[in-house]
């Protein structure tokens, strides 16, 4: 009999965690110290794929929420630590956006969905909706450069919707 859906998918992911672990890029621990979950996750790597190579190894040792609605949950938690951040300096408001990063990131590690390329497909959307926008200011002979913000917006708006 096979384990219900719910349970092989943890253990594939325990699992993604130990071989992740194992993979360390040839870093060792510091002699005398046991390794650690996190040891040889490259801190050069490219930020996104850090924070996904991250909660892959803490989820693999159980620390993970249980459902992704949970992880919304904690980016609900973050906005509102950064919207208060805001009011209070720069470096504040930056620590609690990259916390909303990495719970984004974890939000797309629990939907088994590639943070990379979702937020690549999001760039092309921007792209071609943006550049949709720039082509009726020039159909009106108009430059974004000297449109207000309002009148973008709606102009956005509309490409939206189609």
Known sequence: KR????????VKEQWAGIKATEKDNGAKPERGRPRRVLD?????????????AISTRVAGV???WAQ??????????EVRELREALTESPARAAEEL???????????????LDP?????????????RFDALEKQFEKRG???????????EAVWEGIKRT
């Open 98 to 112: 990259g916390d909303l990063l990495f719970s984004i990131a974890n939000l797309a590690r629990k939907l088994k």
């Open 142 to 152: 108009r430059s974004v450069d000297g449109a207000t913000l309002e009148e973008m």
């Open 40 to 52: 040889g996750i490259p801190r050069a790597m490219p930020a996104l794929q850090r924070a996904n």
């Open 62 to 64: 159980g620390f993970d």
């Open 116 to 128: 990379e390329s979702a937020l690549r497909q999001a760039n092309e959307k921007f792209t071609q």
């Open 3 to 10: 384990a219900p859906i719910r349970r092989r998918a943890a």
């Open 68 to 77: 992704p609605v949970d992880v919304v949950n904690k980016m609900d938690e």
